[in-house]
């Protein structure tokens, strides 16, 4: 079975704050995928990778950035977190078939 | 326009019945398509991919047109564990595009 894990399952920080969020996955996928999800928006892009030290935007990678020094390790930094970034995001990992599993999620509130 | 939509539902049906979802997509050159299920406050899990000819696990069918460019998902005889929120999910290259989801409650 794939394992994705997230560092927090809920997290409160304060505006300003720099957020780390940590995903990691043990099944040696080349892919992987920082997500949020609001409320009638769905599920949206932030970044990803598809290798070591490679990172592509999504569609809204502003305010956030990513880290990926390891294969199984994929880091979302908010440098300075705002109430407009309180969400749930979730990570994702995948192989060369295009199936992404995903982490249980944390939520994170900005205050 | 949106590059995935989904009819948010609700859709509210009885045990054993069929019910179907679609779900269409703007960008002609998307290339994989996939059905997620996520349960209340959970994280998303892969239902099945949809494949050019349809195909179908158990109780669940899905399709695919690229004529009209949506997707479908069929469930027979619906089961009370069945409730859950479908999402579709498309891919074009390396992007993937994510329905809002079609929210399902079976009801005994």
């Known amino acids: 079975d794939v394992k994705v894990t997230q560092s927090s399952r809920y997290l409160v920080k304060r505006t300003g704050e720099k957020v780390f969020l940590e995903c990691v996955q043990d099944m040696d996928h080349e892919n992987m995928f920082w997500y949020r999800q609001d409320p009638g928006l769905g599920l949206r892009l932030i970044y990803f990778?598809?290798?070591?030290?490679?990172?592509e935007k999504g569609d809204i990678p502003e305010g956030y950035s990513v880290s990926r020094e390891k294969k199984e390790r994929f880091s979302l930094i908010l440098e300075s977190a705002s109430t407009n970034q309180t969400s749930m995001y979730l990570c994702a990992s995948g192989g060369q078939d295009y199936e992404q599993y995903f982490g249980p999620g944390t939520r994170l509130t900005v205050t | 326009r949106k590059e995935v939509e989904q009819d948010p539902g609700p859709f509210n049906v009885p045990e054993g019945a069929t019910v179907a979802f679609n779900c269409t997509y703007s960008?002609?050159?998307?290339?994989?398509f996939f059905w997620y299920r996520q349960d209340c406050r959970k994280e998303p899990k892969l239902l099945m991919s949809?494949?050019?000819s349809g195909n179908e696990d158990g109780r669940f069918t899905a399709q695919l047109n690229r004529a009209s460019q949506y997707i479908s998902l069929l469930i027979r005889d619906s089961k009370l564990s069945d409730s859950a929120t479908y999402l579709c999910v498309v891919s074009t290259g390396n992007q993937f595009y994510f329905g809002t989801g079609t929210s399902l409650t079976v009801i005994p």
């Open positions: 990778s598809y290798d070591v030290k490679m990172k």
């Open positions: 949809v494949y050019s």
């Open positions: 960008n002609s050159a998307s290339q994989s």
